[in-house]
């Protein structure tokens, strides 16, 4: 299995750690402490030396209640910290939802659109005009992504939106309500000419979901694997893995490579981590044990 982006065919035969850089004042999981362009740009090459495959660049927050900015804010805050991450020779991906700033990101060259959205903000978003925009050239963001010709896209579940999405989060049984949403979002980027081969999904830890159902979505990820597309998971420092482990405000980073790893293990193939190092180190340990149970007689 591969992945198409813009520059890269990415090889998804054994799981690819997609290292976070988060260019805001207010992420959930590291305080603002990549926020000025510089520290943004080193924290790339710091990745790197610790093995990550891919860079995810975010401008503005999507942790629960977090208000969104202005497409102009966003891009001046991602624009710097892309152009440095293109020079650096892995494929590099851009978090946001909004299409303008996806049109400036894939002008620019980025190799990969990480929409929370799954391409629906246009049409879903509730009020465009608090955010002081200027008018995108295309109508939708499935629009410009269709017109790119090559760029990977990673469509993710959300229920609901960042500012409201735990205060009401998802009822029943989230395995197959996830999975009908993602499939459907895949087909209507392919009805537009979008290429199976550019297309990654997401489930959405911590997106409008219960712990018991981001845990269900974990433990039943091979369903989510029959509807054919690479598996993003995004289990790093959520707080369902502080609720697991009864860790209160310690540090997260034992659940998220315990979570990162069952995930590969059940199917993953594109792991979205802040700790990299360690992800990384825990990989190599189950790869050590995959690379014997091939080789055990039946």
């Given at each position: 299995m591969h992945w198409q982006t813009t520059r890269f065919h990415i090889d998804l035969s054994r799981p690819r750690v997609m290292g976070i850089v988060n260019v805001t004042p207010d992420s959930f999981s590291d305080g603002?402490?990549?926020?000025?362009?510089?520290?943004?740009?080193?924290?790339?090459?710091?990745?790197?030396?610790e093995g990550a495959d891919l860079l995810d660049i975010g401008g503005e927050s999507t942790r629960p209640g977090a208000q969104p900015v202005s497409a102009q804010d966003e891009w001046a805050r991602v624009q710097p910290v892309l152009q440095h991450a293109l020079t650096l020779g892995v494929p590099v991906s851009v978090d946001t939802y909004k299409p303008q700033v996806m049109q400036w990101a894939l002008d620019a060259g980025a190799d990969i659109i990480?929409?929370?959205?799954?391409?629906?903000?246009?049409?879903?978003?509730?009020?465009?005009?608090?955010?002081?925009?200027?008018?995108?050239?295309h109508r939708s963001a499935?629009?410009?992504?269709?017109?790119?010709?090559?760029?990977?896209?990673?469509?993710?579940?959300m229920h609901r939106e960042p500012r409201t999405m735990q205060t009401a989060p998802m009822e029943g049984d989230a395995v197959p309500q996830v999975a009908q949403f993602l499939v459907g979002a895949a087909q209507d980027l392919e009805s537009v000419g979008v290429a199976p081969a550019r297309i990654c999904l997401d489930y959405g830890i911590g997106f409008g979901k219960?712990?018991?159902?981001?845990?269900?979505?974990?433990?039943?990820?091979?369903?989510?694997?029959?509807?054919?597309?690479?598996?993003?998971?995004?289990?790093?420092?959520?707080?369902?893995?502080?609720?697991?482990a009864g860790l209160g405000e310690g540090s997260r980073l034992v659940a998220s490579v315990a979570a990162a790893v069952l995930a590969a293990d059940r199917?993953?193939?594109?792991?979205?981590?802040?700790?990299?190092?360690?992800?990384?180190?825990?990989?190599?340990?189950?790869?050590?044990?995959?690379?014997?149970e091939s080789q055990t007689p039946n």
């Open positions: 603002g402490r990549h926020f000025s362009a510089d520290a943004a740009r080193a924290h790339c090459e710091q990745l790197l030396r990480n929409d929370v959205w799954a391409m629906r903000w246009q049409a879903e978003r509730a009020d465009a005009s608090a955010l002081n925009e200027n008018p995108s050239p499935r629009d410009l992504i269709s017109q790119h010709g090559s760029c990977g896209v990673c469509l993710m579940h219960t712990v018991a159902q981001n845990f269900a979505l974990l433990a039943r990820q091979r369903e989510l694997l029959a509807c054919g597309y690479p598996l993003l998971a995004g289990w790093s420092r959520k707080s369902s893995l502080a609720a697991a199917g993953a193939r594109l792991l979205r981590v802040h700790d990299v190092q360690a992800t990384v180190q825990g990989l190599a340990v189950w790869s050590a044990m995959q690379a014997q």
